[in-house]
T-cell receptor, first 114, second 111 residues
Framework: GENVEQHPSTLSVQEGDSAVIKCTYSDSASNYFPWYKQELGKRPQLIIDIRSNVGEKKDQRIAVTLNKTAKHFSLHITETQPEDSAVYFCAAGYSGGSNYKLTFGKGTLLTVNP | NAGVTQTPKFQVLKTGQSMTLQCAQDMNHEYMSWYRQDPGMGLRLIHYSVGAGITDQGEVPNGYNVSRSTTEDFPLRLLSAAPSQTSVYFC??????????FGSGTRLTVV
């Protein structure tokens, strides 16, 4: 089955700096790569996703890049703010037809210091 | 549009007891899944369903059963609760376009 590795497990940055979280996946059939943000005591919420036919996607201060050959994808947050502090999860899976399941990384605790 | 609704929010069970965690979605999503979240372990897939009447096992299925008789509902049954099943359980649903919407979670403690 799919295996997703996520690094680093913790990341501390100063407000205004950029943050980068990296993930690798094992199954070349995976074609869908979402990122979730989870604040303390809350549910995970989708912040951005990318499909295997796209190399990069941006949404304001957040961007995701995908390298299918190397089987890795990354989340980039620019101009970080204290409210970006949370646990971030990457996930990989196959989405299509009669099969859809996501495998998650173990998460990255991002702390943005004012 | 309530999204994904999970009940109960909190539950304490004694070892050996059984119970059902309820999950319902009103978005007409085909895909539904159950995950458990433990500290340092991320979200691990228990069971998932790609449509009514179709279910399959995930990464950690032992001790859990599911059924999907309707598109809306996907209950998770604990057959005989064990302390190792103490966790936070999340139900999630998605359309074919992807992107799970998660419920608010059930915090389960087995003593």
């Amino acid at each position: 089955g799919e295996n997703v590795e996520q690094h680093p497990s913790t990341l501390s940055v100063q407000e205004g700096d950029s943050a980068v979280i990296k993930c690798t996946y094992s199954d070349s059939a995976s074609n869908y790569f979402p990122w979730y943000k989870q604040e303390l005591g809350k549910r995970p919420q989708l912040i951005i996703d990318i499909r295997s036919n796209v190399g990069e996607k941006k949404d304001q201060r957040i961007a995701v890049t995908l390298n299918k050959t190397a089987k890795h994808f990354s989340l980039h947050i620019t101009e970080t703010q204290p409210e970006d502090s949370a646990v971030y999860f990457c996930a990989a899976g196959y989405s299509g037809g009669s099969n859809y399941k996501l495998t998650f990384g173990k998460g990255t605790l991002l702390t943005v210091n004012p | 549009n309530a999204g994904v609704t999970q009940t109960p929010k909190f539950q304490v069970l004694k070892t050996g007891q059984s119970m059902t965690l309820q999950c319902a979605q009103d978005m007409n999503h085909e895909y539904m899944s159950w995950y458990r979240q433990d500290p340092g372990m991320g979200l691990r897939l228990i069971h998932y369903s790609v449509g009514a009447g179709i279910t399959d096992q995930g990464e950690v299925p032992n001790g859990y059963n599911v059924s999907r008789s309707t598109t809306e509902d996907f209950p998770l049954r604990l057959l005989s609760a064990a302390p190792s099943q103490t966790s936070v359980y999340f139900c999630a649903s998605s359309s074919r376009q992807g992107g799970y919407t998660f419920g608010s979670g059930t915090r389960l403690t087995v003593v």
